[in-house]
């Protein structure tokens, strides 16, 4: 899981024996009293999802995932070609993150490269 300080600072920071990098912390897992202290303390967990198998689901679902990543697909793409579509999205496609600032505002989309000052301001590229 991701780890997002709400007052992120270049360099090492630690809290509650979370070492955060750059405003960041990875960790595989936390005690739930600790993840409780951190959310109140205004930190922003990501908890990362399993990863779906393709193969277990409908066409219908298969065409729903690609119309939400806006992948086109013919018309009677089978299975497979709607799999092969997807996974084919999936590994050509670099992902940005979303930024939300001490203001509350959010900078960038996931597809732009977001450039934070220290004055708090930030803006995107790309």
């Not at 405003?23 to 967990?45: D, K």
């Not at 086109?72 to 996974?87: F, G």
């Not at 597809?111 to 000052?117: A, D, F, G, M, Y």
Request: net charge negative; aromatic share 4%.
């Amino acid at each position: 899981m991701r780890i997002i300080h709400p007052h992120p600072a270049q360099g090492r920071q630690k809290f509650i024996g979370v070492e955060f990098i750059d405003g960041f912390a990875v960790v595989e897992s936390l005690h739930p009293e600790t993840e409780a202290a951190l959310v109140q303390h205004r930190f922003s967990i990501e908890h990362e999802a399993a990863p779906v198998d393709l193969g277990n689901i409908t066409i219908a679902e298969l065409r729903d995932v690609a119309d939400v990543a806006g992948i086109e697909y013919p018309a009677r793409a089978n299975k497979q070609k709607l799999i092969d579509l997807i996974e084919a999205a999936q590994s050509s496609g670099e992902e940005f993150a979303v930024v939300e600032l001490d203001d509350g505002s959010v900078v960038g989309d996931g597809t732009s490269i977001v450039t934070l000052r220290t004055d708090g301001t930030a803006t995107t590229e790309g």
